[in-house]
Nanobody, 123 residues
Framework: EVQLQAFGGGLVQTGGSLRLSCAAS????????IGWLRQVPGKEREVVSC????????YYADSVKGRFTISDDNAKNQVYLQMNNLKPDDTAVYYC????????????????WGQGTQVTVSS
């Protein structure tokens, strides 16, 4: 059974930093793209960043390039999202998810989801 657990959200001031962690079990990292997605009320969930070990690629949405960094620890089966210089527009529920055999660039590629973790950036 594939399970994903996201944690590390919280309340931070504009310009601050947070690191999100996603603990994965029941899957082999090499077979999946692991992504971080976020959603605010009334808007569609969007892919913020994803990492694919199979083709050694990382993706960042334009809105977070230069501020967010995705990384993984294969030994621990964890994926991290380091978020720096946070802005109020980054406020959202963040989810980690796994896409089996896809790049992870498209929302409907994701097969497994963790619970969300709230990130709130105050102005």
């Amino acid at each position: 059974e594939v399970q994903l657990q996201a944690f590390g959200g919280g309340l931070v001031q504009t310009g601050g930093s947070l690191r999100l962690s996603c603990a994965a079990s029941g899957l082999t990292f090499d077979d999946y793209a692991i992504g971080w997605l976020r959603q605010v009320p009334g808007k569609e969930r969007e892919v913020v960043s994803c990492i694919s070990r199979s083709d050694n690629t990382k993706y960042y949405a334009d809105s977070v390039k230069g501020r967010f960094t995705i990384s993984d620890d294969n030994a621990k089966n964890q994926v991290y999202l380091q978020m720096n210089n946070l802005k109020p527009d980054d406020t959202a529920v963040y989810y980690c998810a796994a896409a089996d055999g896809y790049s992870g660039l498209v929302l409907n590629q994701y097969d497994y989801w963790g619970q969300g973790t709230q990130v709130t950036v105050s102005s």
